[in-house]
């Protein structure tokens, strides 16, 4: 959501198009927090939104009091974005690796701005899952629906990627849960990729 002319102007340059609208709704996150995340999930927690786009879901825990929002993205904009409203934002590419080694938080959050299927390798994929889980406190919690879907031409390393999560999930205490159409819609994750998934742990 963009509530005035200085975050619009500054969303204008986004990087991906459908993040320049200043409509998209804070409702889905409600709804996720709501069924997801227990009152004490942000309360003087460290957060960490991966991809957070509008960064309505940042500005939610930190209302809910947490006492660090992070997010990370690859667009200057949405760092900008994220700045104004108060969260400390980390400008990296993904696909490029975990840029949080060695920092912990108490939650991690994600909807749709990480995708699997952009490691050249199953053992370059493991390394980014492997990282990712070690930014996790123990007892932390995970909400992440990731955007996993494969470039034209290399569908056949989407198998690959799902047999390397379901094994670091095993590993990592989290669950893969494939929510039907309607949980979808009301996660606003209701989209045109092979799998539709949530990573979670509480
Ligand atoms: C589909 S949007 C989702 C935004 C937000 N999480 C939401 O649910 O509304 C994907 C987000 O991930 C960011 N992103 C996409 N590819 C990325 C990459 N390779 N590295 C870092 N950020 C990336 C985009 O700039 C955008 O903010």
Request: glycine fraction near 8%; hydrophobic fraction near 40%.
């Amino acid at each position: 959501m963009l509530y005035n002319l200085e975050e619009k102007e500054i969303m204008s340059a986004a990087v991906q198009p459908n993040m320049r609208n200043p409509d998209i709704g804070v409702a889905p996150f409600k709804h996720i927090i709501k069924k997801h995340l227990r009152r004490s999930a942000f309360k003087n927690k460290r957060i960490l939104d991966i991809g957070p786009g509008q960064c309505d879901f940042l500005d939610l825990a930190k209302k809910a009091g947490a006492e660090h929002t992070s997010g990370c993205d690859f667009d200057p904009a949405v760092g900008a974005l994220g700045m104004l409203r108060g969260h400390d934002m980390t400008i990296a590419n993904l696909k490029q690796g975990w840029p949080y080694k060695g920092e912990v938080f108490d939650g991690i959050f994600c909807r749709g701005s990480i995708n699997c299927c952009w490691f050249s390798s199953e053992e370059r994929l493991v390394v980014f899952l492997d990282e990712l889980a070690a930014s996790l406190a123990p007892g932390g919690w995970m909400w992440i629906a990731p955007w996993n879907n494969p470039a034209p031409g290399k569908e056949d390393f989407l198998e690959v990627a799902q047999r390397a999560c379901t094994a670091w999930a095993d590993c990592n205490g989290i669950r893969i849960e494939m929510p039907p159409p309607r949980k979808r819609a009301k996660y606003g994750i209701d989209y045109s990729i092979p799998r539709v998934e949530i990573w979670h742990r509480q």
